[in-house]
């Protein structure tokens, strides 16, 4: 069974410019969580998908982040424009249900690096 | 509101001896508390976790937590350090919604 995939593995970019991160869960995982670590901070829950839908979108720092998750399968987390303060590293995570505490499966990270 | 403390930034142990990583958590209600460890340029892997059964939690790679409600403590031990154990750990309680509260990680350094 495939795990958390996540792509690209590193992007650079200028600060002004548009990002897009991508995260495919593992096949059949309802529940799918956006979380980032900024350098030497600790890593923060940004949002969290149930399917297609938007159950909790607290962490999302500011307007500037959007995401998406169409057909309930793979996700994207696009930030327009991107500033220094997003470089950092983003995971994406994933789970098979809610009733009870279920294990979530990280994907290796997205590492941003906005100059 | 849940969070958890890791009270060591970075430890370092030799080849064989004991680990010990500490952590402490706060929650206002019964926790469900974890630990990952990632190694360089990989993704974050379960080691172990507890969700109110034994206090005593087995994980693999031969490391082994305990959940201590009166110390609110949940430090993750191994016996005898592996090279291979040189990585970065998170300790991790969960919230309502699952989503899940880190903490700032230790890095673990083994030493020949």
């Known amino acids: 069974e495939a795990g958390v995939t996540q792509f690209p593995s590193h992007s650079v970019i200028e600060k002004g410019q548009t990002v897009t991160l991508r995260c495919d869960p593992i096949s059949g995982h309802d529940n799918l969580y956006w979380y980032r670590r900024v350098m030497g901070k600790e890593i923060k829950f940004l949002l969290h998908f149930v399917k297609e839908s938007k159950q909790d979108e607290s962490g999302m720092p500011n307007n500037r982040f959007l995401a998406e998750r169409t057909g309930g399968t793979y996700s994207t987390l696009k930030v327009q424009p991107a500033e220094l303060e997003d470089s950092g590293v983003y995971f994406c995570a994933s789970s098979n249900g809610l009733a009870g505490v279920w294990e979530q499966y990280f994907g290796p990270g997205t590492r941003l690096t906005v100059t | 509101a849940q969070s958890v403390t890791q009270l060591d930034s970075h430890v370092s142990v030799s080849e064989g001896t004991p680990v010990l990583l500490r952590c402490n958590y706060s929650?206002?209600?019964?926790?469900?508390l974890f630990w990952y460890v990632q190694h360089p340029n990989k993704g974050l892997q379960l080691l172990l976790k507890y969700t109110s059964a034994a206090t005593l939690v087995k994980g693999i790679n031969g490391f082994e937590a305990e959940f201590k409600k009166s110390e609110t403590s949940f430090h993750l031990t191994k016996p005898s350090a592996h090279m291979s154990d040189a990585a970065e750990y998170f300790c991790v309680v969960s919230g309502r919604n699952n989503d899940m509260r880190f903490g700032a990680g230790t890095r673990l350094t083994v030493k020949p």
């Open positions: 929650s206002s209600y019964s926790p469900s």
